[in-house]
């Protein structure tokens, strides 16, 4: 997985992608997931399980795309499978801490 962390005067926003999925653009219906064009937002330092584990106890905001990336929240319990969304079964998420 691809993590990058981007700092800014209101906390951390963590995006997190699964490796395979960057370069590709995701289209079904109305939903739109560019990642070739918006790739510098998710390709930072390449992690693991176990990285994502811990970078999510301290954020903002989180973009997390991927089987791999949700899958991480969801054993974390920090969300719910039916919060998550879908383009062509491909799982991505938006959290925010308020």
């Known amino acids: ?3 990058k962390i981007h700092e800014n005067a209101n906390g951390k926003v963590i995006a997190i992608c699964d490796r395979e999925l960057i370069g590709k653009v995701l289209e079904e219906g109305d939903k739109y997931l560019d990642l070739e064009t918006h790739k ?3 390709v930072g330092e390449q992690t693991d399980e176990n990285g994502v584990r811990k970078i999510l106890g301290d ?16 054993e974390l319990g920090m969300i719910n499978e039916e919060d998550v969304m879908y383009i062509k079964e491909t799982p991505y998420i938006q959290i925010y801490k308020i």
Not at 59 to 74: D, I, R, W, Y
């Open 59 to 74: 954020f903002q905001s989180a973009n997390l795309v991927g089987t791999k990336a949700v899958g991480v929240a969801l």
């Open 1 to 3: 997985m691809y993590l």
């Open 40 to 42: 510098r937002f998710y």
